[in-house]
């Protein structure tokens, strides 16, 4: 499993294409060459890249789902909507194509913020502003989150 660190601007071409910061490529240089998948967010109107193992576990995941229930199948149709195979280039750039690009509203100042195993990718302003607006809330939410974890060597407290 991948742990990511850290949120980082970077821009994008007028192309669509954005450069990985080399602190991004240096945490994901063992698994580089595996390449990823880039999906739209089910919660928020920024993208999700995927390292192609942590994919290939959650369509592990999503594959036991039973498609002859609609909503399983409905589920799995929407998840998988716009699911792109990218690489970066030899410059270390990665092209976001043009349905994605739109779908994030995407301009040219972009923020890559890790969320565990994944990057999410924003247009910097709706990152800023959904941080914003998410901070009022955050303390309540950490607390029934995180509040009811025990002690017990593998969780939290």
């Not at 990985?20 to 595996?34: A, C, G, M, N």
């Not at 002859?68 to 792109?84: E, H, L, M, P, S």
Request: glycine content about 6%; aromatic content about 8%; hydrophobic content about 40%.
């Amino acid at each position: 499993m991948v742990n990511l660190i850290g949120t980082y601007e970077c821009k994008a071409d007028v192309k669509g294409r954005l450069m990985l910061p080399s602190t991004v490529k240096k945490q994901l240089s063992s698994i580089l060459q595996d390449g990823f998948v880039l999906k739209r967010s089910v919660f928020q109107p920024c993208l999700e890249l995927y390292p192609m193992g942590e994919w290939n576990a959650m369509m592990s995941k999503v594959n036991k789902l039973n498609r002859f229930v609609k909503k399983n199948n409905d589920f799995i149709r929407r998840f998988t909507a716009g699911v792109k195979i990218i690489e970066l280039d030899v410059s270390g750039r990665m092209l976001i194509p043009k349905d994605l690009h739109s779908f994030a509203g995407i301009s040219k100042e972009v923020v890559l913020s890790s969320s565990v195993n994944i990057i999410e990718i924003w247009d910097k302003a709706k990152y800023e502003k959904a941080i914003n607006e998410a901070t009022v809330d955050f303390a309540d939410l950490a607390e029934e989150v995180m509040g009811n974890l025990n002690e017990d060597g593998d969780e939290l407290s």
